[in-house]
Structures are given as C-alpha cells and as structure tokens.
C-alpha cells in the first residue's frame, strides 16, 4: 500500500512540473513585443520600460528590479523570459554577458532630459544655455565618444569642479552604464560630466546624490535636489511632477532575451 501511494505521489509530482513546464513561454520564441504577452519580464523600477509593459503587454504584471543588471541575472537564471530596458544600459549588459542578446526591433522612440523642481525657471534657463552651449563647443561629442565608444572601451574623462564653495545637488541612479556608474567608489558617466558642466555654467560646485531611480523624481519635488539627471525620459506624467530642460538624448527601450 504504502509502495502504490508513493507512485501515485511521484506521478503526480511529475504532472504538476510538467504543467508548469508547459505554462512557461519557450524563450527563442519571443522575437519581438507581440510575443511578450503572457510571458514573464523583468524591468527596472520607475522607468519608461516599466510603464510600457504595464500598459501596452498584456496578460502579464512585470517585475521591478532596482537595476537593469539584477533583471538580466534573474533571465539568466530563467526566472524571466524576457528583460525589457534603455537600450545603451542593455547594451552594456549584453556586452558583459555573451548569454543574452537584444533583439533587433526597439519598442519605444524617446528623449532624456534633465528635471528641475517644478517652477524653477532660473536653474532651467540655465541648463538649457549649458546644453546648447556644449553642443556648439564640442564637449557633448567629446562625452559621447569617451562614454560611447564603438569599440565599447570607455575612457573616462577627468572632472573639473571648480572651486565655488555653494553646491548644486544632483539626484542620479548609478545603474545606468554608461550614463550614470560606479567606478571603484566614483560616480562617473555621460550624465555625470554633463552634470558637471550644468554646475560650473550656473558657479557652483556639483554634488552627487545617489538613490534609487525610482525615489529621484520625489526627491527633487521635495527639494532635497537641485536637478536630476539620470536616463530621465520626458514623459507626460512626469511633467506633472517636474520641469524638464530641453533633449539632449535619443533613447528607446528594448527587449534582452537568452540565446
């Protein structure tokens, strides 16, 4: 009797993972966003790619992550079937791990930008004249091609802060290789040396506050930042929340999946 209970116990575990086996979307089946549905994809917390699988995905509830990397950890050990993020961040992750690749066709068309408190027209004045003033003079290109090489070998530039003793706080998220990421124990990136120039324009001394990206938006609202910078899209949501500065990127979200 007990040896029939114990067959019949195994045979039913056997059916219940093959079930589950059965649920799990096949993931060299996912070829682009009409296969995402039903699936299961990792994004990180308060981002556009976020928001998108909320809305345009159906049949599935993403799941947040405070970075893009710790998604692409849980795809790799198959507890997603997809990633869906900022597509120079998911380059970098791709290149840093020859598992996973991203597919070709990207999901959304947006802009970065950098955020201000909502009223404060002085510091965004400001800004704006820094980013067409650095688009003139050569340092956005001499940024882009430090921070975005084609060859993917990153030489960060070095900083000059001045010497003002007033800070200008900036909020960021050091997870966004290569616009915001810790080297060694420095924030460094694209956005970071952008930041820089934003500060010495206005005659302060750039400060650098890290935090989770999803807390950068209500931290500026607060105050307890002057301006953020961090892979920010323009978004109609958050223009309820904060002024934004005029574009100074061209992004889009795309979907990493295991080879």
């Not at 091609?145 to 800070?167: C, H, R, T």
Request: charged letters at 25%.
């Amino acid at each position: 009797m007990r040896m029939k209970k114990a067959i019949a116990l195994t045979l039913a575990c056997l059916m219940t993972l093959a079930l589950l086996a059965g649920c799990q979307k096949n993931t060299a089946s996912i070829t682009g966003a009409a296969d995402l549905p039903g699936t299961r994809i990792g994004v990180q917390a308060g981002t556009t790619g976020e928001e998108y699988v909320k809305t345009e995905i159906k049949d599935t509830e993403p799941k947040s992550y405070k970075s893009g990397m710790e998604a692409a950890m849980d795809l790799m050990n198959s507890n997603l079937d997809a990633v869906v993020l900022d597509e120079l961040p998911a380059k970098e992750i791709v290149r840093q791990n020859p598992s996973l690749k991203i597919l070709d066709k990207p999901l959304t068309v947006e802009y970065y930008a950098v955020a201000v408190k909502k009223g404060n027209t002085e510091l965004l004045e400001s800004i704006n004249k820094t980013l067409q003033r650095i688009q003139k003079d050569g340092t956005y290109d001499s940024f882009k091609s430090a921070f975005m090489p084609e060859d993917g070998k990153i030489q960060v530039p070095s900083m000059d802060l001045g010497d003002s003793s007033k800070e200008l706080v900036l909020g960021t998220n050091a997870e966004f290789k290569p616009f915001e990421y810790l080297e060694g124990d420095q924030i460094v990136g694209f956005d970071i040396s952008l930041a820089n120039e934003i500060a010495k324009d206005y005659g302060h001394k750039l400060k650098v506050e890290n935090m989770n990206f999803d807390s950068i938006i209500t931290a500026l609202s607060a105050g307890k930042v002057d301006f953020a910078i961090a892979g920010l899209s323009v978004t109609e949501e958050r223009q309820k929340n904060v002024d934004f500065s005029e574009n100074y990127y061209g992004a889009s979200q795309v979907i990493i999946v295991k080879k």
